[in-house]
């Protein structure tokens, strides 16, 4: 019976394993949202790799491209972070108010990553400097 027990042990625990991790995936698996930004404001035929991380209760997507740049969604295709270091990030998925704040205060830099946090979002110039934003897209520090 003990090893009984051991055994439907190990296969439970194979099974929840198999739910959960990460994988890889391709465009078409994305959420149609995603999907739409990336047609509109990346380069399709530049996907070097999709990711499908599987959590507890939550899908998260990374998308990789051959220049670099990286595009995170969470399960229902929103954003949640892009990098496209040394480049800029595209000025149309980024809050026009976080966009004319970077123009007006550091206006020979450039927004290479934004990254959707709980209170708000953070970007960082390609200069170095992360700038804080609250959930109203107004300015709120400097990240040090």
């Known amino acids: 019976m003990k090893k009984f027990f051991s055994i439907a042990f190990l296969v439970l625990a194979f099974a929840l394993n198999a739910c959960s991790g990460e994988r890889k995936g391709s465009f078409e698996q994305l959420p149609k949202s995603a999907q739409e930004i990336i047609v509109q404001h990346f380069d399709k035929t530049g996907i070097a790799s999709v990711k499908i991380d599987n959590d507890d209760k939550t899908t998260e997507y990374e998308v990789r491209f051959a220049n670099g740049a990286e595009v995170d969604f969470d399960q229902d295709g929103n954003l949640k972070k892009i990098e496209c270091k040394p480049n800029q990030v595209p000025e149309t998925l980024i809050a026009s108010e976080i966009v ?45």
Do not use: C, H, R, T
């Open 100 to 144: 004319a704040y970077v123009k007006d205060n550091y206006p020979s830099s450039l927004i290479v990553e934004w990254e959707k946090e709980k209170k708000g979002s953070k970007v960082e110039l390609n200069n170095g400097v992360e700038l804080i934003f609250n959930n109203l897209n107004q300015f709120v520090g400097i990240d040090k």
